[in-house]
């Protein structure tokens, strides 16, 4: 919306700033990042008064769970959302497609984790919406997605597979490009919600790999950079960047009060929303397969579930003492706060791997 203001400018004024990116970035970061601590404190007071038993815990987790985050509130994911959304609208181009492909997947997934979080909270189960809906509806707004993101790409790109490190390389995948793209959106906003068990575990690496996202859609949204780094140009993919400084003011945010001990849990309205919108992304920028890199905690945390029950359905044993697997390491006797920082050391270390295949080709 603020960038209309560049309108006014005759080049060399303060309303010719409104036409950078990154200082529209810049001010999408701290707008996000104010409206949380302007409203979280009282948000989060808010949720207490709403939901007085808190979040329901489960009882075949770790069973200091039970103690220490006992009454802790949920939904936490709203004020993310609020933040996220509003900072978005204000700081980037509303003629700009991508931006609202994107709101549209991050507000429908956190509307799918909001009804859950609901049905958790009043029905005290830790049960909450059948998986099959929310697989179900997750698959018809990413199909929706991926039907007008493949619009905006030019033709050599639509329906096609970007491979990291080899460059001016595609693989068509015609009408499979759907499925595939519709799998990275929800397989995406799903990993990042079983990645979301304990204080600031999930949201750190959310930022990271949305910061991650976010430059690469910088990059390849300029004919110069993408040129000289032998990434394919997808114009107006720049703009996605203003989201991504607004997800990571939020997230900072949010982390604020989301560190151990929380004050509130972000919920599947956080969780499901979050992770579709580093999912969207990708699928915006072509780079569904390095988000696989620099998102890369969330792939390993769903892997453990993964491989947790196909075992355990073969051979009656477990290969985990827990899944997803950070409660594997908590079974073991590393502490909550050793688990998470550790975490997110791999998570940084797993996005650099993904930014480095920009200039690996």
């Not at 991926?146 to 595609?170: E, G, N």
């Not at 759907?178 to 204080?199: E, H, K, Q, R, Y």
Request: hydrophobic share 55%; net charge positive; proline share 2%.
């Amino acid at each position: 919306m603020l960038y209309f203001l560049s309108f006014l400018s005759d080049g060399g004024d303060v309303f010719n700033l409104f036409r950078y990116i990154t200082f529209r970035a810049g001010g999408a970061f701290f707008t996000a990042l104010i409206i949380f601590f302007t409203f979280g404190k009282y948000s989060i007071n808010f949720l207490k008064k709403l939901q007085k038993e808190g979040q329901p815990i489960r009882e075949d987790g770790p069973k200091e769970h039970i103690i220490k985050k006992a009454g802790t509130p949920t939904m936490g994911g709203v004020i993310i959302l609020l933040a996220v959304t509003v900072s978005t609208l204000l700081w980037a181009r509303l003629d700009n497609h991508y931006v609202w492909i994107i709101l549209f997947v991050t507000f429908s997934f956190g509307f799918i984790g909001l009804i859950d979080d609901y049905i958790k909270v009043v029905k005290r189960s830790y049960g909450g919406l059948s998986g099959r809906l929310r697989l179900l509806f997750g698959f018809l707004i990413a199909f929706i997605a991926v039907y007008f993101i493949q619009i905006q790409h030019f033709d050599d790109l639509s329906r096609s597979l970007a491979l990291p490190i080899f460059k001016d390389y595609l693989v068509s995948l015609g009408v499979f490009f759907f499925p595939f793209a519709m799998l990275v959106i929800v397989g995406s906003a799903n990993a990042v919600n079983l990645t979301d068990g304990l204080d600031g575990l999930a949201i750190m690496p959310v930022i990271i790999a949305g910061a991650s996202l976010g430059i690469i859609a910088y990059i390849v949204g300029r004919a110069d950079y993408s040129s000289y780094l032998d990434v394919h140009y997808i114009k107006g993919s720049g703009e996605i960047l203003i989201f991504s400084a607004a997800l990571i003011g939020s997230g900072l945010g949010f982390l604020w009060y989301n560190a151990p001990p929380a004050a509130v849990f972000m919920g599947d309205t956080g969780s499901l929303s979050l992770g579709s919108a580093l999912g969207c992304i990708a699928v915006s920028i072509k780079h569904e397969l390095v988000l696989l890199i620099v998102g890369g905690l969330f792939v390993i945390e769903t892997l453990s579930v993964i491989i947790q029950v196909l075992f355990f359905k073969i051979t009656g044993k477990r290969v985990f003492l827990m899944a997803p697997i950070h409660h594997h390491f908590e079974k073991l006797g590393w502490s909550e706060s050793q688990i998470v920082i550790r975490f997110w050391i791999i998570a940084v270390i797993l996005a650099a791997l993904g930014m480095a295949t920009l200039k690996l080709r």
